[in-house]
């Protein structure tokens, strides 16, 4: 892509304003902490006080509003308690320049390199450089420094404070991200009526399991319907998968394929209602349609092998999956369809004649339908005291990575913001801190982000200063109703706060013009400065990328490595399993090691597609072409998986041979990705032509073993070189 086009699509990325779900009372409760910490200060400590309090309330509340699993009274306490160290130790450095700056330096490469941590903690840490570049001009003394970091830190106290004692949908964001992995596989589900072999994007999956390690302290206190229904998830898409597929499930066309349609529809209607239960924190209502496909008594004369243990195991699995999404109230509710369903499908009820009456489980797949985490040990997420050292390993082990995008980020936007610094203070405008606040806020680690930010900020500034402006020459407000005003640009800002970085801009640049008036900053100048010199820190960031960038074009061939040796190791796992089914084998850590190796890989080929960088041995279409080759992979891995053999089923000695022969030709191709080489797969096509299928007791196996061969050439065709033109 060319520098112009790149230009043109992070521009108009910037600028781009979405329609979403707006949550007012989280805007409000945001709303109501500030005016409360910034009234208080303002009657008891007047207006210097005030906007510092201003910033640190402000600032908490915008922490609590960041993607993140952690309770939001831990992060708004911890955006106000590192904002009032950091501006008292700026205050007490101010006064010498050279130890400003160092001093500054040493912040901002640690807030750079934080984003090592996640995007919250990056947020955070970038934030708080840029609210001291304002806060530690304010004071005067020693003791007002004190006294203003003192203010800061009561601002995140309060709105932690109102978090805890005014809870709004709690257990919002964990509901929601289990409501969406249910609702993603009801979706799945849909799309295998038409689309036997249709791919799943398993990011839904894996924000579920994120959002489902926990505090100690939360693992106390979680709501019953959040305890198992992730596992359940988990276990029901291979289901679907193997139901659907021609290769391992029922046939083509025909009754088979008819019934299986029947059963994909119903259990997406189900799924769908449970997501909703989930989200809202409700019993479900069963869809009597999906009940009555149920219904139907010849399942079992229909569906055979496969399909048939599919089709009950399926059914088990959607009776768990309504019984967990109903929330525990400790009272016994009325007979409803819901009960019934789970009665039918256990077998005790005479009202229905469903799938798993008809379609008997014999104990051993009972237990292998519902075993894994259908009520898991919770995933425990460490303390705070714990994260200190964990946060301190990762920076220090990213220091050691060579070309870690996260280290040449940190080291980008020091440089950036101490001459941002040094040029604001020795321009004559007065207020030189803008230059490097507008830097440090809209540089991100990846090239796309930064110049949308870049953009989003100086066009956003314009109008809000501009607008602000217009309204402070027009009314001539006093302490109290710019005050006022500043709270309602806040407040309008967390309510619009995900609708896009631009809306964002124009308010937080309105709100700092009426808070700044407080104290008799000129707002003529302020205008003037505040562009220039947001102007100047925007382009001083579009600058720094192009010299010292992070392209992740170069690493595409590395993570797609990463992600062939995870899929290669996830498919040796589960067909390992078929030669030990005794043994407890690796197939649940190699799955989530390859859809992290998926998932970094997307992330990795969207941030590409916006760089202007040449391809340099990947085109697109190699790209795209090897994607979908790994995404098959997997895929077969998880057909596979849906029909593992119990523990007392007979070993396929030859499934250890091909295991091997996977893991083997998984590493030796990813080494052949990495050297621009075409991946050979000789040791795994020499072991099943030597596989003549006798001692398999099951079909699936061989057939899946097949697939998998297959899926690996296919990968070789996609980065084979194209011929010269």
Not at 186 to 199: G, N, V
Not at 614 to 635: C, F, M, P, T, V
Not at 673 to 687: A, Q
């Amino acid at each position: 892509m060319s520098w112009l086009r790149a230009l043109k699509e992070t521009t108009r990325s910037g600028l781009k304003v979405e329609r979403h779900r707006l949550e007012p009372l989280f805007a409000l409760r945001a709303t109501v902490g500030l005016a409360l910490v910034v009234s208080s200060t303002l009657a008891l400590s007047g207006p210097e006080a005030a906007v510092s309090s201003a910033f640190g309330a402000f600032q908490a509340a915008i922490a609590t509003f960041q993607r993140s699993w952690r309770p939001r009274p831990v992060l708004a306490l911890a955006s106000g308690t590192t904002l009032a160290i950091t501006t008292f130790l700026g205050y007490l450095a101010g006064a010498h320049l050279a130890v400003f700056i160092t001093l500054l330096a040493v912040w901002t490469f640690v807030a750079g390199l934080c984003w090592a941590l996640g995007p919250t903690v990056g947020v955070i840490a970038s934030s708080n450089v840029a609210m001291v570049l304002v806060t530690v001009t304010l004071p005067t003394t020693v003791a007002e420094a004190a006294g203003h970091a003192f203010v800061i830190f009561l601002g995140g106290l309060v709105q932690a404070a109102l978090i805890v004692l005014f809870p709004i949908r709690r257990w919002g964001a964990q509901r929601d991200a289990l409501a969406d992995a249910l609702a993603a596989e009801a979706d799945y589900a849909r799309r295998l009526r038409h689309d036997p072999t249709a791919p799943f994007d398993p990011a839904p999956l894996m924000a579920a399991r994120e959002a489902a390690v926990v505090t100690a302290r939360q693992a106390r206190t979680r709501p019953s319907e959040l305890h198992g229904a992730r596992g359940l998830a988990e276990r029901i898409r291979p289901v679907l998968a193997s139901l659907a597929d021609p290769a391992v499930g029922a046939a083509d066309e025909g009754r088979e394929r008819d019934r299986v349609r029947e059963l994909l529809a119903a259990a997406g209607e189900i799924l769908d209602t449970a997501a909703r239960a989930i989200r809202h924190g409700e019993p479900v209502a069963l869809p009597p349609g999906a009940v009555a496909a149920l219904r139907t008594p010849d399942t079992g004369a229909i569906l055979t092998g496969p399909a048939a243990r599919a089709a009950r195991r399926l059914a088990a699995l959607l009776d768990d999956v309504v019984e967990t999404a109903t929330p525990d109230t400790g009272a016994a509710a009325p007979r409803t369809v819901l009960e019934r369903l789970a009665l039918v499908l256990r077998g005790k009820s005479p009202e229905l004649s469903l799938p798993a009456r008809r379609l008997k489980l014999s104990p051993a797949e009972s237990a292998r339908a519902v075993q894994s985490d259908t009520r898991p040990i919770p995933l425990i997420r460490p303390g705070v005291q714990a994260l200190g050292p964990r946060a301190a390993r990762t920076l220090r082990d990213e220091l050691k990575v060579t070309g870690s995008p996260y280290l040449r980020h940190a080291i980008r936007v020091t440089a950036v913001v101490v001459l941002g610094y040094v040029l604001g203070h020795f321009l004559p405008f007065g207020h030189g801190y803008w230059a490097p606040l507008a830097s440090v806020m809209v540089m991100r680690p990846d090239f796309s982000q930064t110049y949308g930010r870049a953009v989003a900020r100086f066009g956003g500034t314009i109008v809000g200063v501009t607008l602000a402006s217009v309204v402070v020459f027009a009314t001539e407000p006093g302490v109290p109703l710019s005050v006022t005003l500043a709270i309602i640009c806040a407040g309008l800002m967390y309510l619009l706060l995900r609708t896009g970085y631009v809306v964002g801009q124009v308010l937080v640049a309105a709100y700092i013009v009426f808070l700044l008036g407080t104290i008799g900053a000129d707002v003529g100048q302020t205008v003037y400065e505040r562009v220039l010199l947001t102007l100047l820190g925007g382009v001083l960031a579009m600058i720094s990328y192009a010299v010292y960038p992070a392209w992740e074009t170069p690493r595409l061939r590395t993570k797609l490595a990463d992600w062939l040796v995870a899929d290669g190791r996830y498919a040796a796992a589960v067909v390992h399993q078929y030669a030990e089914p005794a043994g407890q084998g690796e197939v649940r850590q190699a799955l989530l090691d390859s859809r992290a190796a998926r998932i970094a890989w997307q992330d990795a080929l969207k941030r590409a597609a916006t760089e202007p960088v040449r391809h340099r041995g990947l085109s697109r279409a190699a790209a795209d072409g090897a994607g979908e080759a790994l995404a098959q992979i997997a895929r077969i891995g998880m057909l596979m998986e849906a029909h593992l053999p119990e523990r007392a089923a007979t070993p396929v000695p030859a499934a250890a041979q091909l295991a091997d022969a996977l893991r083997e030709s998984a590493d030796q191709g990813a080494k052949a990705v990495r050297e621009r080489r075409v991946p050979d797969w000789k040791p795994v096509r020499e072991c099943l032509e030597s596989w003549d299928g006798e001692g398999v007791p099951d079909r699936v196996v061989l057939r899946g073993a097949r697939l998998l061969l297959d899926a690996l050439e296919e990968l070789s065709d996609a980065l084979e070189p194209a011929p010269p033109r």
